[in-house]
């Protein structure tokens, strides 16, 4: 659907724009909607791209469409612009989305367009004081807050007056000191008669979260209380903010981001940092503890050397065994780490999660082993005993990779560590060198 | 905040229980708001949460309750019922979430409480006909949808009447055929005089998915045109649904999941499915390539066997030099993958990506191959030139797996494959061969 009405404006303006047809191409783009305009912009080629942003007339429009872009686009745009214009197109933007798109930028670009917007500045300055990933970071002071003793009927004018307010399907209600007491949604306006005040009907003591909530957590409440937004309070319960559903969308989407590159053994940051050695740098702590892990795994290895120098067939089955450990147990702690975080995974019932871990695990490690013994039989390699030694082998490191796996996000998680800790490099390398342990025993014992 | 209200509900209520103090602990649960009761329920022990769930009065309560539980905790009460009195809590659930209970539930299970709804069951069974994963699976039925020649002042009544629908912050307009033509929201409602009909002001061709629409798309469309609820209509645009954003946010965290798991190389299935047999054939696949990939691995080692029986260090070596490989090559598939599924990577800007992980990793490599030279070097293993071997060789390796890690989502994505597949698994078996006989042929030329 969204597709096809983005698509379809896109080969109609760069039809006109390719002919230069400009008069064509800006009447078609104020009949669209800015999301639809964002799509093409997401899509075209820089020039084209210049060209048709060019095309929007108002910065009203301008900003809406820019608050819909994805980061690179918007990045890029903004860097073609006049810090003055470029000002004016933030300054229409919903205020919560202008601090993010400045948040964004280069700190001395970001000054010059904040310097370049006079005393509009103030507002998007107080946003951009509260720390990143907050409720006050993420939030729009643009509300509707009405004082208790109000009628029904003055709080409907007030809606029709100034109804622009982000998250207009709620009204706030507050005490003279700007204090939170109450809600009231629309539908419960205009359910009741115009002569009720507001304090009759409002639900009393709202859900809420305060300015130095983590966004994360807002999310959660948004989620659990099934709101469409969630006023934002300060310590002392003065309403400054909201958050809106698709505030806690765009904060869903970054924190799945982090679990996922987490897992991985990365951050974040990797997607907007450019330079080599910021990216190298990012991704260098879980190499390095994976690195030292090796070192353990090449001394191990060492004091095997009579071993390895008579059957040499051991090295040859040393990356399978591994790897193959290492994939299971990643399975594991993805699978782990993940339902953890869900909450799909309910750790009362920790004796049936492990006896499943342990089951599944077994079975793959049986199969796995039987295969190789078969194969290392068939190929005819190592002394006589050498096919029961690698099926020992892979049996052992895939379970000790499955127990690790399971095992070590549950314990951070239950010690209070971010499970994800719990991590591609971590799991993989601390399964090598116990893998590369039993292995090297089980040769010893029965070659 | 949440954590608060939960955790307090949940020690009041405790306390009442170990008491016997039924009828107390009946009235606090009757003030409560019924996620706090969800949230106290998703954290006791099983017989604590049965006998709290009896307190709940009403099936209504139940039903609200019920929705907003964690899955286990759902599938756990849901056990311990009567199919007649199970029948009776989903009767009063919002009918996309007893949809999805009965989807989750076994399929017994669910067509025992089906049959005991009798007539209630028709609208819960049209639901469970859509393919799952689609718009018509998760939509709701309840809407409100009025004829466009209807006056603002009996669509207010309307309102009043009907407001309990799903998103009735929107009032969708329809012909006489119930075909989709318009949506407006009761703000603007509000705005309106009282004489003006729908269709004076309404928004016409409104953003809409339809029945066979994959939910990922539409929770696309929905956080992209910044709407709280899009309208779901058949193939004929006739209006039979309406998907909410609170059912968008459960799909966001669900597709998150399915792809963290996709890259470890299993499925979602995973954490639902009970059963070893079962757990292990899903995560049998990307293993069983993996084991494939790694019998190459031992053909290539063993054409080496001579250099390797030499020296046979180069074995000592071979786990930190592929395992590292491996490491690298996940982070560059999960950055990748990753920021194609959230659009931050913008693939137009290739050269300028490539470039990017290129450095990156060629910065990376050079780090760790002059620190295993020298910890070569000092631990004095194998050859004159044996430190120039393993650091060329874990040069060799982490710039492969940077490729392949890199190239590997690009290139699947290029061709119309879901980029995740290049998964764990993948990525390290591939690295892994390739590394070793990058490894391999290193040694036998310096050596």
Chains 1, 2 share one sequence.
């Not at 002071?141 to 709620?170: M, N």
């Not at 290895?301 to 008579?310: A, H, N, W």
Request: with cysteine; net charge negative; charged share 20%.
């Amino acid at each position: 659907m969204e597709q096809s009405r983005g698509s379809l404006l896109q080969a109609s303006l760069l039809r006109f724009v390719r002919r230069g047809a400009w008069s064509h191409a800006g009447r078609l783009l104020e009949k669209s909607h800015p999301a639809d305009v964002a799509y093409v912009l997401d899509r075209v080629a820089l020039t084209d791209r210049e060209a048709v942003f060019a095309l929007l007339r108002t910065p009203e429009m301008r900003g809406d469409v820019l608050s819909l872009l994805q980061f690179a686009t918007r990045a890029d745009l903004l860097a073609g612009l006049d810090p003055e214009v470029a000002g004016q197109i933030v300054k229409h933007m919903p205020p919560d989305d202008a601090a993010e798109t400045l948040r964004e930028l280069p700190q001395e670009r970001s000054e010059e367009i904040l310097s370049s917007l006079g005393e509009g500045a103030e507002e998007l300055e107080t946003l951009l004081e509260y720390p990143e990933s907050t409720a006050g970071a993420i939030m729009s002071p643009k509300l509707l807050a009405l004082p208790e003793d109000l009628s029904v009927e003055s709080a409907i004018d007030h809606v029709r007056r100034y109804g622009d307010a982000d998250a207009s399907f709620y009204i706030y209600v507050v005490d003279e000191r700007q204090y939170l007491v109450g809600v009231v949604s629309l539908r419960q306006l205009i359910l009741q008669p115009p002569d009720k005040t507001l304090r009759d009907f409002m639900t009393t003591d709202p859900i809420r979260v305060t300015t130095d909530t983590d966004q994360e957590e807002v999310a959660r409440v948004v989620s659990r209380y099934d709101i469409l937004a969630v006023p934002v309070v300060e310590a002392n319960n003065r309403l400054v903010g909201v958050v809106t559903v698709d505030d806690v969308i765009d904060v869903m989407r970054q924190e799945a981001t982090e679990d996922i590159l987490k897992l991985a053994g990365t951050t974040t940051e990797e997607t907007t940092a450019p330079g080599w050695l910021r990216g190298a740098w990012i991704r260098l702590p879980w190499l390095v503890s994976s690195f030292v892990g090796g070192f353990a795994g090449i001394a191990l290895l060492s004091t095997f050397s009579d071993t390895l120098t008579q059957t040499v067939q051991i090295a040859f089955f040393l990356p399978i065994i591994l790897g193959m450990g290492g994939n299971v147990g990643n399975q594991c702690s993805t699978v782990i780490v993940r339902g953890l975080a869900t909450g799909r995974l309910d750790v009362r019932a920790l004796p049936r999660i492990l006896a499943h871990e342990a089951g599944t695990s077994a079975l793959l490690a049986l199969t796995f082993a039987v295969a190789l013994a078969i194969f290392a039989a068939g190929v005819g390699f190592g002394p006589e005993l050498f096919p029961l030694a690698v099926a020992l082998g892979i049996f052992c490191s895939i379970m000790i990779a499955a127990s690790v796996g399971t095992l070590l996000p549950l314990f951070f998680s239950r010690v209070g560590i971010d499970p994800a800790v719990a991590s591609g490099p971590l799991v993989t390398t601390s399964t090598d060198v116990m893998g590369i342990l039993a292995f090297s025993l089980i040769a010893v014992t029965i070659l």
